[in-house]
């Protein structure tokens, strides 16, 4: 266990950005989550009404840290990539 005053202070800290950071990590997992599920089942209506949701949810993740920039870009483009294939 920490000793230091800073140490414990950052403890708690830490354990703060953890909680939230595993919450923020959930959202985004479950939209995508939901998203591909539409997807794949070819539903590409109810598809396309998510896929804003997902962008703003990974550009949040991104703009917090959450996850780097390039894959939220990259990830971006593969969902995106899933609905135009089932178009063709």
């Not at 985004?28 to 997807?39: E, V």
């Amino acid at each position: 266990m920490p000793i230091t005053k800073s140490a414990i202070k950052a403890l708690r800290q830490s354990k703060r950005r953890r909680t939230r950071n595993l919450e923020r990590q959930g959202v985004l997992r479950d939209t995508i989550k939901k998203y591909k599920k539409a997807a794949d089942a070819g539903k590409k209506d109810e598809a396309e009404k998510l896929l804003p949701e997902v962008y703003k949810k990974l550009d949040k993740a991104a703009k917090v840290n959450l996850i780097k920039k390039n894959k939220a870009n990259r990830l971006k483009s593969r969902l995106t990539k899933r609905i135009a294939a089932e178009k063709k």
